[in-house]
C-alpha cells in the first residue's frame, strides 16, 4: 500500500552491527506495528504502538527495540544483529478500533540478511 | 491458544480451475476475520475481510470467502484462477477491537497457465 512506506528496502548487514528499519504512513493512523516473517511461519508480531505515548512489546520482542518518533513514523533497530534476524520485515498500521478503520494496512516490506 | 491453521501449504492448480483453501481458527469471543495476498516480491495486500453481518464476503479480483461460525472456518474461494493469482495467501483473525492480528501460515498457490 503506497500510503504506507519503509526504508531500505533490502539490507545486508554483518552480525554485531547495528540497523534501524524505518516505516512512514500518510494513512493518519494511530496505530502502527512490526512484524517480522519468516518461511511456513507466517507473520509474527515484534512490537506495536498505539500512539506516541504508548510502545509495547508483541510475540518476539528480544534483540529488538523501536522508536515512535511521531504519529506517522514507527522504527526497528536490531541493537546487534545475529543471523536468525534474517528475514523480511513488515511494519502496519490500523485506525480506530470497533470500526472499518481497524483493518490492518502494509507497507512493502524490508528484506534484511545478517551474515 | 489463539491460533489460525492454514490446511494446504502448497497447492498447484492449472489456469481455470476453481480454489478452494481452508482456514480454521481458534479464538475465543466474537472475530474479525481476514485474507490478505502476497504476490512475488510484493508486500501483503488486503483481499478480503468479514467483521459481521453477510457471512459470504466478497473481495478483489473475484476472490469470496464464506465464515461459517459453528466451523470456525473462513475458506477462500475462486471459480476460477488466472496464472496472476500465483501468490502465497494468509489468513488471519483479530478480536473485535483487538489490535492483536493472528495469522496462519500461509498457503503457495501456483496456477500453471
Known amino acids: 500500500d503506497a500510503d504506507v512506506t519503509q526504508t531500505p528496502r533490502n539490507r545486508i548487514t554483518k552480525t554485531g552491527k547495528r540497523i534501524m528499519l524505518e516505516c512512514s504512513q500518510t494513512?493518519?493512523?494511530?496505530?502502527m506495528y512490526w512484524y517480522r516473517q519468516d518461511p511456513g511461519l507466517g507473520l509474527q508480531l515484534i512490537y506495536y504502538s498505539f500512539d506516541v505515548k504508548d510502545i509495547n512489546k508483541g510475540e518476539i520482542s528480544d534483540g529488538y527495540s523501536v522508536s515512535r518518533q511521531a504519529q506517522a513514523k514507527f522504527s526497528l533497530s536490531l541493537e546487534s544483529a545475529i543471523p536468525n534476524q534474517t528475514a523480511l520485515y513488515f511494519c502496519a498500521t490500523s485506525g480506530t478500533p470497533g470500526t472499518d478503520q481497524e483493518t490492518q494496512y502494509f507497507g512493502p516490506g524490508t528484506r534484511l540478511l545478517v551474515l | 491458544a489463539q491460533s489460525v491453521s492454514q490446511h494446504n501449504h502448497h497447492v498447484i492448480l492449472s489456469e481455470a480451475a476453481s480454489l478452494e483453501l481452508g482456514c480454521n481458527y481458534s479464538?475465543?469471543?466474537?472475530?474479525?476475520l481476514f485474507w490478505y495476498v502476497q504476490y512475488p516480491g510484493q508486500h501483503l495486500q488486503l483481499l478480503l475481510k468479514?467483521?459481521?453481518?453477510?457471512?459470504l464476503v466478497k473481495g478483489i479480483k473475484g476472490f469470496e470467502a464464506e465464515f461459517i461460525k459453528s466451523k470456525f472456518s473462513f475458506n477462500l474461494r475462486k471459480p476460477s484462477v488466472q496464472w496472476s493469482d500465483t501468490a502465497e495467501y494468509f489468513c488471519?483473525?483479530?478480536?473485535?477491537?483487538?489490535?492483536?492480528?493472528?495469522f496462519g501460515s500461509g498457503t503457495r498457490l501456483l496456477v500453471r497457465p
Open positions: 488471519a483473525v483479530s478480536g473485535h477491537s483487538s489490535y492483536k492480528l493472528i
Open positions: 494513512k493518519g493512523h494511530d496505530r
Open positions: 468479514y467483521f459481521s453481518g453477510d457471512p
Open positions: 479464538y475465543g469471543g466474537t472475530v474479525n
